[in-house]
């Protein structure tokens, strides 16, 4: 696979942007971080002041922030990622641990300074891991609507054949074909079946854009529709025992301030409970609710915009009293 065309865009607008192969449109500014095993396609959504990372969960993509991104971007920096194996990254997705490492690298690559790192559903390990391994990296860590037994969930999932099978038949992850319009009718196809599919409700607004920036086209027109199903198992993939991998005991090991952001109609219905539970035993961690379903960056981004912005401001202060100690 070759990577997006990338060039001036028309109009003036300053800077890199991607040109979509299905459209024609440029519809974000992208950068590459280049590492020795290919690069990663970082989103700017311009803004200024304290850098925010956001992360998206698997099988999905950078550009899913958007909305977020641009909500947010009269008080901070946003940029978002592809992760390895999605999207418009070449870096492959060969283990588990690729997953929090390239977040080290999309940090120190495109020069952000302490970000705040907003993770959402399976995410929330990588970004865990990262607060741990590299807590001089990241400023905060602000988890949305996932948890360590929400990534153990997830790892058992696609253990399940059935659902590897769904992801493959139903939800098309891995489709390859050729062309732009076989690529739109499959954008077609999957915005519909989103629609219909409860445990997604919420997506179908900024979906088909999603699916654009997944469709990775090569020099001779043929396509695939990132990640693969192999892709996403091996992002549960361990060599070993390590005290890394999902497990409530990650909480103990974090010292960056960390929000814990549950969802009302989410998927993960313990994760008030046992956030509050954790938020008592460990004091950097602090728990917010937010009325939604899963998707938040799409169905509640006023609301979620405003726990980003009230996370910056605490954390301004918090480093406005150590520096006075």
Known sequence: MVSPWVGECPGGMAGKYTMSAMTGVCAVREMYVETPAGRIAVQDYGGSGVDVLFVHSLGFCG????LLAEAVADRCRPVSFDLPGHGHTSVPLREADDLWRCLAEVIEGAGLERPVVVAHDMAVWPAMVTGVVHADLVRALVLVGGSMARTLEGRGLLADPDLRRALVERFRVGATGR???????????????????????????GFGAEIEHSIVFGADGRWVN?????????????????SLAPSPELYAQLWVPTWLVGLSEGFDGNLLDAGRDLSERYPQISVRLLMSGQWPQYTAVPELAEVVGSVIRQVAVGERASGSR
């Open 63 to 66: 550009p899913q922030w958007r």
């Open 179 to 205: 062309g732009v319009e076989a690529a739109r009718e499959l954008q077609r196809e999957l915005v519909a079946r989103v629609s219909e599919d409860w445990m997604l409700s919420g997506l179908e607004s």
């Open 226 to 242: 990132t990640p693969t199903v192999e892709t996403m198992e091996n992002a549960f993939r361990f060599d070993g025992p390590s």
